[in-house]
């Protein structure tokens, strides 16, 4: 049976004594949880007091981006190795924010992709359609293209070392979320892919996350899905209360 992730992807968002403070209320709401695998993604400025912070708990700390490349004349950007030597374990990767106001592409992702993977980070690779792409029927058209391009040239072992979020963009930070039902067509289409370009074995490991307006109220009808293992939480990550209330209702 895969195992639950909730992930808080915090995005711009809590400086450093706040990111401590909530990490410390996290540690105690969340210490008997062993069924749900919990990760934080922070901002950079954050992650070293993060990593101190959630030492030896049950939380582990993930980042919002990284770059393909080890080292050299890349202004702003943050090598893999930086990310894990900070006690990083997840990366999320080709968010639909980086995609739309940073110029992301399948291309950038999968370079991302296997540059974390060669340095031991597990990424969580984000794909989605946009409001005008779900009305024009192409939901799946768009899924395809971002799992064909984004896990380009990516064995069945490494695979195993990928969570895919499912995130549709226009039910991020507006309030929407997909039914439980679009929730669970977009998941199973997605683990069809992957039986197609892998296994069945592997599609049925893969951890598949359902990101975009996910609160406490959704979380338990959306888990109950049969494709849908986790959440991608944006802003009730950011509240005590809000996030440790999603990952005890992902408790299958």
């Not at 450093?16 to 901002?43: F, G, Y």
């Not at 951890?207 to 975009?212: K, L, N, T, V």
Request: aromatic share 6%; glycine share 8%; charged share 25%.
């Amino acid at each position: 049976m895969r195992k639950p992730i909730i992930a808080g992807n915090w995005k711009l968002n809590k400086n450093i004594k706040e990111t401590v403070e909530l990490l410390e209320a996290l540690k105690k709401e969340l210490a008997d949880i062993k069924d749900v695998d919990i990760a934080v993604c922070p901002v950079f400025t954050s992650l070293v007091d993060a990593a101190k912070a959630i030492e030896g708990s049950n939380i582990k700390l993930g980042a919002q981006n990284v770059y393909w490349e080890d080292s050299g004349a890349y202004t702003g950007e943050i090598a893999p190795a930086m990310l894990k030597e900070i006690g990083c374990t997840y990366v999320i990767i080709g968010h639909s924010e980086r995609r739309t106001y940073f110029g992301e592409s399948n291309e950038t992702v999968n370079k991302k992709i296997k540059a974390a993977l060669v340095h031991g980070l597990l990424p969580i690779m984000c794909i989605g359609e946009r409001l005008e792409e779900r009305e024009q029927g192409k939901t799946f058209a768009v899924l395809e293209d971002h799992l064909q391009g984004g896990l380009e040239g990516i064995s069945a072992d490494d695979m195993l070392k990928i969570i895919i979020a499912y995130e549709p963009v226009w039910a991020i930070g507006t309030g929407k979320t997909a039914t439980p039902q679009q929730a669970q067509e977009a998941h199973k289409y997605i683990r069809d892919f992957l039986k197609k370009k892998y296994n069945e074995d592997i599609a049925a490991a893969v951890r598949i996350q359902y990101g975009g307006s996910v609160k406490p109220a959704n979380i338990s009808e959306l888990m109950a899905q049969e494709d849908l293992d986790g959440a991608l939480v944006g802003g009730a990550s950011l509240k005590v209360d809000s996030f440790s209330q999603i990952v005890k209702g992902a408790r299958k």
